[in-house]
Nanobody, 116 residues
Framework: QVLLVESGGGLVQPGGSLRLSCVAY????????MNWYRQTPGKEREPVAT????????NYTDSVKGRFTISRDNAKNTVYLQMNSLQPEDTAVYYC?????????WGQGTQVTVSS
C-alpha cells in the first residue's frame, strides 16, 4: 500500500525558509517521479515542483523558480522541497504526490504559513 508522509511545515516570517520532507512507503521509490503540490482554501491544488526518478530533470511552477528547490534521496525514500525567500502568497497546504500505474497517491499535507 502506497503511503506518503509529509513533514516540515510551520509558521515562518516573510523572507524565511523551510524544508519540507516526504517519506514514501509501499512502492519502489527510485522508479517514480515525485511531485509537490499546494492548495489554498477555495482554490484548486496546483503543481509546485517535480523531480525525475534519478533526480534530474526538475521542473518548477513559475512563481517559485529561483526560490524553491526539489531534491530526493532514493536511499531514504524521501523527497524534499527547500523553500527560500518565502512570501505570504506561498501560504498553503503542501502535498507530496506520486503517480503509479494510472493511480494517483497523496500525502496528508503539511501546512505552511508565511506571516509576520
Amino acid at each position: 500500500q502506497v503511503l506518503l508522509v509529509e513533514s516540515g511545515g510551520g509558521l515562518v516570517q516573510p523572507g524565511g525558509s523551510l524544508r519540507l520532507s516526504c517519506v514514501a512507503y509501499g512502492f519502489p521509490f527510485s522508479t517514480r517521479a515525485m511531485n509537490w503540490y499546494r492548495q489554498t482554501p477555495g482554490k484548486e491544488r496546483e503543481p509546485v515542483a517535480t523531480i525525475a526518478r534519478s533526480g534530474s530533470p526538475t521542473n518548477y511552477t513559475d512563481s517559485v523558480k529561483g526560490r524553491f528547490t526539489i531534491s530526493r534521496d532514493n536511499a531514504k525514500n524521501t523527497v524534499y522541497l527547500q523553500m527560500n525567500s518565502l512570501q505570504p502568497e506561498d501560504t498553503a497546504v503542501y502535498y507530496c504526490n506520486v503517480r503509479r500505474f494510472g493511480d494517483e497517491f497523496w500525502g496528508q499535507g503539511t501546512q505552511v504559513t508565511v506571516s509576520s
